[in-house]
């Protein structure tokens, strides 16, 4: 009888247990079902802010973007221990090859923006929000993706291209040709052009893309497709574009847009121009958005200030003004008086900054690798004073990181101004072109050019000496065509150093679908 | 009248007489020795005696032809016909201990010889004699098909490899199951506290287990108790713990020679003036010697109706980094009862508090990387900045900075079981089990500020709690039915249902005022602090699995000569998306004892088997939520708008977006394996063999390959089902025990020889999958087609470029100068670029061996034991790590290039190519290692009775003596991560222990 029981009783509970089909039924822990995002305002924002917030990442400040935008134009040189990193000094003689770590770097890091303005654009169109506020958001997302591609097209040419998630979910496609890339960069740009606000973000946004800024980097592109006959394969324009297309872009932006210079501090507007307080002022199109807060642990740590600061004041010298760049500004000075922006971007040991810090140069031992106490002339050491952030601004939320909070400038209407200039020049229209040159100039006191002594040279000049340590001479050399000669003796060659080859591992893990730039091969 | 019934009556007692007659006989041992106590028993009826003394025995009245039943415990029973009254001499053969052995195996037990798969069992007595902190490292060496790499990290796991590199996701590693408990890792047990292990190598014998069972089965059971009066025993060590080998790196003076040679090299201006350089070795600030220790206390015993093991044990084992602490306390209880005579139940537990100050290994890695012309101190007493020299950290100021850890961990294994004999043959048993574990990891970081590269403005204190809990639930039925005698038939049904939580919560804190002393008294997140200021991050974190099986076997033998098994599996697992949720695994095996046959009673053979089985097994051991998309809110990726930006305090915009590949039809990966295999047991048992030869597939094998870059996504790797890899081999176990006079000793070898190769990739990875490292760019091995997984890839090195003449008629190597490492073309296209790779080794190792000796002469005994690998390369990624400034391996400072003609093979100082992946990175990593000596005398058994002692044993131990081995690095153990096995990224020498110890039985 007992044991009738217990069998009753055991096979009750096999016969329970085995029919519960549902233990299998919860939700995966701890994450956000897909289901529930992608469903609100609210989420079509975080994935915006998350393209935003990744530019502000390492590789877009760090060896990976100024080894390749600025030591290979001769104009800056790895600074630094000088065995902190001595690849660098690859891209100073051109004997780096596609298995270089910031090259791949540099690579990945796009991509990596890319994917994120993609998650954006192919999820945010389902989302049952405003339709203003939603077209609103794609536009900011693809401007950041033009952006991204804008960078890998002027570095390696010829890459990859995807216009939103791929459908089949096969992301191992070969590379478009630069036509392509260009048109999807311009569309996407036209795209912001008219679905970003035209008035200026307020206060507590400012830092968003708005209309007149797609409008305002679409006419630098367009000039590098005007200028495509010194770099492509056909030598010819590409997509066809002309200077007109970009005059047009200019015009329409200088009238009616809101930018303007920053003179607000006289005869040093230019280096307030970089001051923390004076970050996204009117003449900022697109900054990368440094800020660190003490109670969200993390959040964006740029390193963008700290690797090329001054050693005595914690940063870590790389990207240094080369001798060449200090000769041929120095020489300015006696023709273009171009004495006070010289003084306001290179900043000279033993001189003190406004905060009463003084730039040192050695260590203890004086015969160390960063410079010697005793250097005179070209000797001693300099760092960019646009990389400058003030001891007394550094939160020191950064961890062992410190100056997390200076921006960096991407693209400034000061440019817009110069690219006016030289749109108005290859169209014949000189005046124009002094018109905005010479606002450029006269912020710094330059001496105004006239009719009869503008060339385009001055106008590529201009932009060598105002977009100093921007990131943008070496691509601007291959744009005009003036890199062959410059670089020549440092190792450039053409047509090979036109562009980058592309990263080892990204043609490794293709298994063939990736090819090589031929001329890297 | 009466005469003639007296006549009748004489012949019928006569004739009676002449029927039942006397048989007398004498019973021997197998060495002619009397054997008292033999039960002698006339078949059929209850009549028997017992002999005596002198092994003699007499039974009356027993009929001619009758057959007698010889049987003695140890001994094989024997049948005698008589013949009859002659007298008998019957000699006993001792019975094989080891085919009678009766083993666990999954879901049941058995004994050996009706075994048809392979399993390798190893007894108590090898476990315990070893001094080692995690009783898997006692395995090394001692089972054929198993290979065991230690890690070297302080208190984690040795990494565990059954019969080849099938599976590669870093976690899979075999099976642990512990009294009937799975669990993780084993690294709670102590040595002391084990019984048994028994390992379930191939398909047919892991198959029961089916989702976890693809890597192997580790089976351990406890102590238990014994019907008997409690036996008390106590055993303790003590020991001196010290790094077994590091790599010499090169003094200060060294470092300033040849770091001014690198320099006119490259062509830098740069120079260090010796004379304003010391010299230091920055192993003696980071690597210790420190005191082992283990005290362990046992008790157990029983009665028929209950049995008892009661354990107290108490480990010391600091790690070889200073500060490192180690301390762990356990306390194991098991009772085994009988409830009448259909129900049996018990309960074990087993309940372990780990207290440790973990320090990490990186610096070890760091100090065989730092400059070496500094001391760590200035005259005045500050941390050295290293900085006018090199970027890099003051190892011993950073060391000392995080010496702040505390761990305490906590792991309760506990299981109750009832088993019932129900109606006739049939026994229901019923196991529940439950594994609740916490580890409280709390690290205080100061504040410091040594150089602008290594320094830490806030104080900040990081705390974290982890908890886990497993809930496993298994019921069986049994059927065991005895046919006709001869046909012994066992059919077992089974559930089993699992259950695994865990979640993990951490507080972060930054700017900590003043604290009194840096000690867990004062190290709470509510501690004042300098910016009032309430926790600048926290995360919390969790997940759960479930899993669902359906299990049987059917043992079938016939008169224990042939042999029949048969098992399946049917498992559901939350790891895989729902269309393929659920899958099979069925395994069968067969087995002929020779012996038994009457063809083979006359041969010299005293035991021989041949078996064979085919299985299947699972692997489920993978990262959860593989098949669904995940949305990311990193915080890494946020940012704050507008002029609040540069307040430090502004108003954060989070994030969330998807940076992760996902893999919404994740198969289950299996491997289905043949195995076939003999038992030989010769010369009296004296010499046993097994030989198995094995053939295993991993289908659909799962791991993460290398996303392509341009997706964006997933830079820890896709994970998928990416390839098929084929393991095949032998494994050899020989034994050899034998007895001359007062001399025992036991020898015993296993060697396995294993092949690896990749017989099928996914479509995705088609061409072959390159392995790298994400956060170290050069490309270490290529997975293809037909060769093993993981091989080497890269540049074959031909010699050094002695000037620049030969620089300039060789193949174009861009940026080259004389002293550089020469790449062969291997292409010819005159260029030396990636398409000159090849490959350079294959890291799996195809044999790997031990060997083991154990004498014992009177009251002295002794053991030793070898283990090693051959046939395998390691790459060694340790030495390539150089990206400027790092201190140059003596091997290089003696060795180097330094002027034409001074080395074809060293470069030169400048490494210029020291991030290129070439073979002079790939070196030989076959090692023999004398892993274990033991020496024990034990006093007297008639001194120690007098005091009621039972046992009391000295001796002298040592472990991982010495290793023979070419590698340069750190230890020739490099544990694999996947398609990455072999290249070696770990800077961690092996510990060598010497201790002392006694065992004492009362």
């Keep these: 009888m007992k044991r009738n029981f217990i069998y009753i009783a055991i096979f009750s509970l096999i016969g329970l247990f085995t029919s519960c089909k549902d233990i299998f039924n919860y939700d995966p822990y701890n994450q956000v079902p897909p289901t529930q995002f992608w469903t609100s305002q609210s989420d079509a924002e975080k994935a915006v802010f998350a393209c935003y917030g990744t530019i502000v990442d390492w590789p877009f400040n760090d060896p990976a973007t100024f080894n390749l935008a600025s030591i290979a134009s001769g104009d800056t040189k790895k600074g630094g221990t000088a065995s902190d990193q001595p690849n ?6 051109f004997t780096f090859s596609s298995t270089h770590n910031h090259i791949s770097e540099n690579y990945n890091a796009r991509y990596f923006l890319i994917n994120m303005c993609n998650q954006a654009i192919t999820n945010i169109p389902k989302i049952t929000m405003d339709e203003t506020a939603k077209k609103e958001l794609i536009g900011e997302a693809k401007f950041i993706r033009a952006w991204a591609y804008f960078d890998l097209v002027k570095t390696f040419g010829e890459v990859i291209v995807y216009d939103g998630l791929p459908a089949d979910g096969n992301y191992n496609i070969s590379k478009s040709s630069l036509a392509d890339i260009y048109k999807l960069i311009e569309s996407d740009l036209q795209y912001a052009t008219a679905n970003c606000r035209v008035e200026p973000w307020s206060a507590e946004w400012k830092g968003r893309i708005t209309s007149y800024g797609a409008k305002a980097y679409l006419a630098k592109v367009e000039m590098y497709e005007a200028c495509g006959a010194n770099f492509t394969e056909d030598h010819s324009a590409i997509n066809d574009r002309k200077w007109a297309d970009v005059k047009a872009l200019t015009d329409d932006v200088i009238s009616h847009g809101p930018y303007k210079l920053f003179t607000e501090k006289g005869d040093s507007s230019f280096f307030y121009l970089f001051r923390i307080p004076y970050e996204n002022s009117d003449e900022s199109i697109f900054e990368a958005q440094c800020g660190t807060s003490a109670t969200v642990g993390g959040i964006a740590r740029s390193s963008y200030a700290q690797y090329q600061w001054a050693t005595n004041l914690n940063g870590w010298a790389f990207n240094a003004p080369s001798d060449q760049l200090i000769n041929d500004w120095e020489a300015r000075i006696a023709t273009d008086n171009d004495v006070l922006r010289y003084q306001q971007s290179i900043i000279w040991q033993g001189q003190t900054l406004p905060d009463g810090d003084v730039i040192g140069a050695a260590t203890q031992n004086g015969t160390s690798a960063f410079g010697d106490v005793n250097a005179t002339g070209l000797a001693r050491s300099r760092f960019s004073l646009k990389a400058y952030e003030s001891r007394n601004d550094d939160k020191h939320n950064g961890g062992w990181q410190a100056f997390c909070e200076q921006n960096y400038k991407l693209y400034r209407f000061a440019e817009v101004l110069l690219i006016d200039a030289e749109a108005e020049f290859m169209l014949g229209n000189k005046q124009e072109a002094i018109n905005s040159i010479n606002l450029v100039r006269d912020r710094v006191k330059e001496t ?19 977009l100093a340590f921007e990131n943008d001479r070496f691509f601007d050399l291959i744009r005009t065509g ?14 090979k150093n036109y562009f980058y080859p592309l990263p080892q591992q990204a043609i490794d893990v293709s298994q063939g679908i990736l090819k090589q730039n031929k001329y890297w091969e | 009248m009466i005469k003639r019934i007296y006549f009748v009556l004489v012949a019928l007692l006569l004739t009676i007489a002449a029927t039942a007659q006397s048989v007398t006989g004498r019973v021997l041992g197998d060495s002619k020795e009397p054997l008292i106590g033999v039960q002698v028993i006339v078949k059929g009826s209850n009549k028997g005696t017992v002999s005596d003394v002198s092994g003699d025995f007499t039974l009356s009245g027993i009929e001619n032809k009758s057959v007698l039943v010889f049987s003695y415990i140890g001994y094989e029973t024997k049948e005698i016909t008589t013949d009859g009254n002659k007298p008998m001499t019957v000699t006993m053969k001792p019975s094989d201990k080891n085919l009678d052995e009766v083993l666990v195996i999954g879901y049941g037990s058995a004994k050996r010889k009706d075994l048809t798969s392979s399993i390798s069992s190893v007894d108590a007595g090898i476990i315990n004699k070893q001094t080692v902190q995690n009783p898997t490292q006692a395995l090394q060496g001692k089972v054929a098909g198993v290979q065991i790499t230690n890690s070297g990290a302080p208190g984690s796991s040795p990494q565990v490899r059954i019969r080849g590199m099938g599976t590669i996701t870093d976690g899979a590693g075999p099976l642990y199951i512990v009294d009937n408990v799975i669990v993780n890792d084993i690294s709670y047990l102590g040595p002391n506290d084990i019984d048994n292990i028994t390992i379930l190598k191939d398909a047919s014998s892991a198959a029961i287990y089916g989702v976890r069972a693809a890597g192997g089965v580790i089976l351990i059971t406890t102590k238990k108790g014994s019907n008997s009066k409690p036996t008390i025993s106590f055993d303790s060590y003590v020991g001196i713990k010290s790094p077994a080998h590091v790599v010499q790196m090169a003094t200060g003076p060294e470092y300033v020679q040849l770091y001014n040679e690198k320099m006119a090299e490259i062509g830098d ?8 350089y010391s010299s230091h070795n920055y192993y003696d600030d980071i690597l210790t010697n420190s005191i082992t220790n283990s005290e362990n206390l046992s008790i157990s015993g029983g009665s028929s109706s209950s049995k008892y093991s009661v354990g107290i044990s108490h480990l010391t084992d600091n790690g070889l980094v200073v500060h490192d602490n180690y301390d762990r306390t356990s306390f194991r209880a098991k009772l085994d009862m009988n409830l009448g005579k259909y129900i049996r139940m018990g309960f074990s537990n087993v309940l372990t508090y780990t207290k440790s100050k973990p320090q990490s290994t990186y610096y070890v890695f760091k100090a065989h990387q730092v400059v ?3 001391q760590p101190k200035t005259a005045n007493g500050d941390w050295t900045n290293p900085l006018s020299v090199s970027r890099d950290l003051n190892v011993a100021a950073a060391e000392y900075y995080n010496q702040y850890a505390y761990q305490n961990a906590y792991n309760l294994i506990l299981n109750g079981y009832v088993e019932v004999d129900l109606f006739k043959d049939f026994t229901f048993r019923t196991s529940l089990s439950l594994n609740p574990n916490e580890v409280d990891y709390t690290h205080y970081y100061p504040s410091y500020n040594i150089s602008s590269y290594q320094n830490s403005p806030k104080n900040a204190l990081d705390k974290n709690r982890t908890q886990s809990l497993n809930t496993y639930w298994d019921n069986t039925l049994t059927y065991t039915k005895t046919i006709a005698d001869n046909h012994h038939l066992k059919v077992m049904l089974g559930t089993s249902y699992q259950e695994e939580t865990w979640n993990t919560l951490n507080a972060h804190v930054e700017g900590l005022k003043d604290l009194p002393a840096i000690n867990e008294s004062y190290l709470f997140l509510t501690m004042p602090k300098i910016d009032n200021l309430w926790g600048s991050s926290n995360s919390d974190n969790g997940d759960k699995t479930v899993a669902h099986s359906y299990l049987g076997r059917l043992t079938y033998d016939y008169k224990e000569k042939y042999l029949l098994t048969a098992t399946f599996r049917n498992d559901i697992s939350s790891k895989f998306p729902v269309q393929n949720r659920s899958a099979f695994f069925p395994s069968i095996g067969a087995g002929w004892v020779l012996t038994s046959e009457d063809f083979m009673k ?21 990262p959860s939520n593989i098949y669904v998309p995940t949305i990311t809110t990193d915080n890494y990726r946020a940012l704050i708008f507008g002029s609040a930006q540069n307040s430090g305090s502004g108003q954060v915009s989070s994030i969330g977006t998807v940076t992760q590949f996902y893999n919404s039809n994740l198969r289950w990966e299996t491997v289905s394996e043949f195995d076939a295999g003999v038992d030989i047991h010769l010369l009296k048992d004296r010499l046993t063999a097994t030989i198995d030869y094995y053939n295993r597939n991993t289908i659909d094998a799962i791991f993460p390959i290398t996303s392509l870059p341009s997706s964006g996504l997933s830079t ?14 032998l494994e050899f176990t020989l034994n050899w025990s034998d007895k001359v006079n007062d001399f025992t000793y036991n020898l015993g070898a296993n060697v396995t020889y294993n092949q690896n190769k990749v017989t099928s990739l996914a479509a995705s990875s088609a061409g072959g999958i390159y392995g790298s490292f994400y956060d170290f760019p050069p490309t270490f091995t290529y997975s293809t087609v037909g060769q093993p997984i993981g091989e080497f890839y890269g540049l074959k090195t031909i010699g050094v470029y002695q000037n620049a003449a030969e620089i300039n008629n060789s193949p174009h190597m861009s940026g080259a100068i004389p002293g550089d490492l020469k790449f062969q073309d291997s292409n010819g296209d005159g260029t030396i670029d990636a398409k000159d790779r090849v490959f350079l080794g294959n890291p799996n190792p ?14 002295w005994d002794a053991t030793v034991a070898f283990q090693g690998v051959t046939g395998n390369k390691i790459a060694n990624a340790v030495s390539m790590w150089r990206y400027g400034t790092e201190n140059f391996e003596e091997s290089i400072v003696k060795n180097r290039w330094h002027g034409e003609g001074t080395s074809t093979y060293y470069p030169s100082a400048a490494l210029s190519n020291a991030q290129t992946f070439s073979s002079f990175y790939v070196e030989d990593g076959s090692y023999l290692r004398v892993k274990n000596i033991q020496i024990g005398y034990s006093l007297p058994k008639n001194f120690l009775n007098k005091f009621g002692v039972n046992k009391l044993r000295f001796y002298i131990n040592g472990e991982n003596i010495h290793t023979f081995t070419k590698y340069t690095g750190f230890s020739p153990e490099v544990p694999a991560g996947g398609i990455m096995a072999g290249v070696d990224k770990e800077a961690y020498p092996l510990a060598s222990v010497y201790s002392v110890g006694l065992n004492l039985n009362f």
């Design chain 1, 88 to 93: 660098v000094n690859q891209f100073s003689n």
């Design chain 1, 448 to 466: 105004p050019l006239t009719v009869s002594n503008i060339s385009l040279q001055k106008i590529w000049d201009e932009r060598r000496f105002e």
């Design chain 1, 482 to 495: 003036q890199a062959a000669t410059l670089l020549g003796t440092s190792g450039f060659t053409a047509p």
């Design chain 2, 269 to 276: 201006p740069s120079r260090l003036d010796p004379a304003q």
């Design chain 2, 372 to 374: 070496p012309i500094f």
């Design chain 2, 602 to 622: 006359s041969t010299k053979i005293d035991y021989l088997k041949l078996r064979a089985n085919w299985g299947r097994m699972g692997n489920g051991v993978i």
């Design chain 2, 716 to 729: 820890s790797g896709v994970w998928g089902n990416n390839a098929t890899i084929n393991n095949s081999g």
């Design chain 2, 846 to 859: 195809p044999v790997y061996f031990g060997f083991d000796a154990s004498f014992q002469y009177k009251s």
